[in-house]
């Protein structure tokens, strides 16, 4: 016994009885005991917990990759739809020229990639101009083969005598 645990033993001793002292003594020594265990098994969990914690960090970083390779992929495919959707509208269109007579049928992939250049309010005026064009109007079956309808070939040098793509269209309507 320490010097300390001796005066410790007689002031316990004065105040409670040697029995008192040895029943709180024999306390004292599980209770530290149960302190020592509890401290060890808390340890234990503080540990596990520690690398639950690590290993659910390393999850959430795969996870997180996973996810922006998904989104990435997204992206693509949306393209990819825009894209499709997009061309299938100007092949549509394309083809509503064929059948009023304004474009040769063998020309349709050709104005497909043109109407495919086009940005979305261009494209729709475009088309609402197209679809408000009467069949019966069109002045050849075949469609426009070329544009010499809007210039003069006799005088190439007077510029005001030309008349405009307006003018050219009204002809033909």
């Known amino acids: 016994m320490t010097r300390r645990d001796e005066a410790i033993k007689k002031i316990a001793t004065s105040l409670f009885s040697e029995e008192t002292y040895n029943k709180v003594a024999k306390n004292d020594k599980q209770l530290k005991t149960a302190q020592l265990a509890a401290d060890n098994a808390l340890l234990e969990k503080c540990a596990s917990a520690s690398l639950m914690l690590k290993t659910a960090a390393k999850e959430i970083r795969s996870l ?55 940005d979305e309010e261009g494209f729709s005026i475009f088309k609402d101009a197209i679809e408000n064009v009467s069949t019966e109007k069109i002045a050849s079956h075949e469609g426009i083969s070329n544009l010499d309808f809007m210039y003069s070939s006799e005088d190439d040098d007077v510029i005001d005598e030309k008349p405009s793509l307006i003018d050219g269209v009204k002809k033909c309507l």
């Open 64 to 118: 997180k990759h996973d996810n922006e390779k998904l989104a990435a992929n997204v992206e693509e495919l949306t393209q990819k739809i825009n894209y499709i959707e997009r061309h299938d509208e100007a092949e549509k269109l394309a083809n509503v020229m064929v059948a009023k007579g304004m474009l040769k049928a063998s020309e349709v992939d050709k104005k497909t990639m043109e109407l495919m250049a086009f």
